[in-house]
């Protein structure tokens, strides 16, 4: 198992594969990190999650694996394995025919995508650290630069599907781009007969004083953002899908055809396929809305996007931006946020005006409602879940998850019962003797004292 890496610009893969020096064991990379792309060369399908999990999680560097002619049904489920493993894409030698133009190809496309993720346009204003949301980014900038096909976000509401979209439609590449225009379908009206969406001639129908232009020939050589798309009425999704696939369209109250040309970016919290399937969202509709599909994670998903985004929005709200203080951060990071990173925007907005002088953000800039104690927010579980989760996301074993809580729980119960053996088993609902044999087994193992 090899990895290769280079520390000037992205190499030539041919040469990589050429220079045999360039390959250096993966076991030899150690704790440095590779700057440059990772090619994984395997002579057989041995074991190399844990491996590569290191290699390519920790480094966040994209890692192409080619694997030796196994038979298809080994090579599939390493590959499988790989790509689960967080190598970016798999290679076999059997399958394909010109490997160096395949690898050349798949890392320049690669550098492409990653030159624009490590940009300030992504890295100022599309704030997140978690493997989630990187891979997340990822996903989108290759859509936005590599393809034209309709877009579909789903996401709860605040989870950043909006802003997404918007990146979507700065990077791309079109050549005389038209603009983006955002159409709320919740505010779609059914009796208007689409004139949102097709405009529609003067006296057309009572009211209509005058022409309008309608959002598809707005976003004429541009994209069409349908935000909350889910709740558009069945009606008017038979008379978009017209328009989706022959690209044409009358305004209301004319007999023209008009052409327009737009990519079609879809949002929504709802879930669709369930809509779908209860009839209240057309199957054609969808399919053609949802060509690629990405799903943004909750931000209780991402825990660790929580601490940057709210000092993102901290510096948005205070120059020179003040910090947290370490118990207001430990507050935000264990709250629960339903409203997702709006909310937490929110709630930093409004800790940010409360906040005088010098020196971090401090307790006391916390409104009264947001404390913990008070609406029993702050209670152990979120706490106790980040705790978990961090150690989940370092590698721990469920075994040693379990054993240090137990741990912690018996040092505790000792603790508040001063050393007495049968009240600290009492409080923890175990008999005297199962406690002081856990103890004892503990020792004889030679596992770390805990009291
Ligand atoms: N990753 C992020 N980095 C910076 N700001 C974000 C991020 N995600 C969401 N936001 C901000 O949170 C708010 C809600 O995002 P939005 O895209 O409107 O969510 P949605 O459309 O999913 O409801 C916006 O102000 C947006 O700029
Ligand atoms: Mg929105």
Known sequence: MWYGRTNT??????????????????EELGERTPSGPGLLFMSGSGDVAGAILQAAS????PVLAVIPALGHEQESELAWRLLGAGVRDVLSWSETESLGAAIEDRLDRWAQADGILDSPLVGENLIGRS????????????????????????????????????LVHTLD????????????????MPDLSGSEFFGHERGSYTGAHAPREGAFALAHGGTLFLDEVGELPLAMQAQLLRVIQEKTYKPVGGNEWRSSEFRLICATNRDLEREKAEGRFRTDFYHRVAVCRIHVPPLRERREDILPLARHFLGKELDPNPGFSETVAGLLRSREY????????????HV???????GPISPGDVPAAER??????????????????????????????????????E??????????????????GVTSRALQMRRAARRGNGASATA
């Open 411 to 428: 040092r505790v119960a000792f603790e508040q019962e001063d050393g007495n053996v049968q009240r600290a088993a009492d409080r923890l």
């Open 58 to 61: 920790a480094s966040r560097v």
């Open 372 to 409: 913990p104690g008070v609406l029993g927010r702050g209670s152990t579980e979120p706490d106790l879940e980040a705790a978990i989760r961090a150690s989940v996301l370092r590698g721990a074993r469920l075994k040693d998850i379990g054993r240090t809580a137990e741990e912690i729980a």
């Open 9 to 26: 610009a992205w190499p030539s893969a041919k040469r990589i594969i050429e220079l045999g020096q360039h390959l250096e064991p993966l």
């Open 131 to 166: 493997a989630g949301w990187r891979r997340l980014l990822e996903e989108v900038v290759d859509i936005a630069l590599f393809s034209s096909a309709s877009l579909l976000i789903t996401g709860e509401t605040g989870t950043g599907k909006e802003l997404l979209a918007r």
């Open 173 to 188: 590449r079109r050549r005389g781009k038209g603009s983006l225009v955002t159409l709320d379908c919740t505010t779609v």
């Open 352 to 358: 940010a005006a409360r906040h005088a002088g010098p």
């Open 338 to 349: 339903p409203g997702n990173v709006r909310e937490l925007r929110q709630l930093v907005r």
